[in-house]
């Protein structure tokens, strides 16, 4: 799995011009699902996204996490996440995920999350989205799950 984790005062996601999901100070994560991802992709990037150290302590350092700030969350699906542009001008799609298998790890990612954080935001799986944010910082961070546990990507079939 791939996330884009930026930290924003607020952002929020509409669909044919209706608000369906938003958030306040905490994250908007961009979330793509991989071809060969499974739940314990899912359970890995969370764990990781819950405990980033991405917030402000009182010194100023970044040194406090989602969890520690009380933070928000707004999850939006993008399969765009695995656009190969290797050959050619126009990218492949290959290494994402069908849509189903997408849909079902995309759910529970956001399951993980609504476990941990009162307020969990959602994209709607699939839809063509407007997503608006107010950067805080600004601070961004990807994650792969293939690069932040190597050993997943080997046992994975």
């Known amino acids: 799995m791939r996330a884009v984790v930026q930290r924003v005062e607020s952002a929020s996601v509409e669909v044919g011009g209706r608000l369906v999901g938003s958030c306040g100070r905490g994250y908007l994560i961009l979330l793509g699902v991989g071809a060969r991802d499974d739940e314990g992709a899912a359970r890995l990037l969370w764990d990781k996204v819950r405990h980033l150290r991405i917030f402000d302590d009182e010194d100023g350092k970044a040194n406090r996490s989602l969890l520690d700030v009380g933070g928000e969350v707004l999850v939006v699906s993008q399969f ?3 656009a190969d542009c290797r050959r050619g001008r126009r990218p492949s799609f290959t290494g994402a995920a069908e849509p189903r298998v ?3 790890l995309y759910e529970l990612f956001c399951e993980l999350a609504h476990r941990d954080v009162e307020h969990v935001g959602r994209g709607v799986f699939g839809a063509d989205m407007r997503v608006s944010l107010v950067n805080d910082g600004p601070f961004t ?11 997943h990507r080997r046992t994975r079939t």
Do not use: F, K, N
């Not at 961070?141 to 050993?151: H, I």
């Open 102 to 104: 997408a849909r079902t």
């Open 80 to 82: 765009t996440l695995y």
């Open 141 to 151: 961070v990807c994650l792969d799950t293939d690069e932040l546990a190597p050993e």
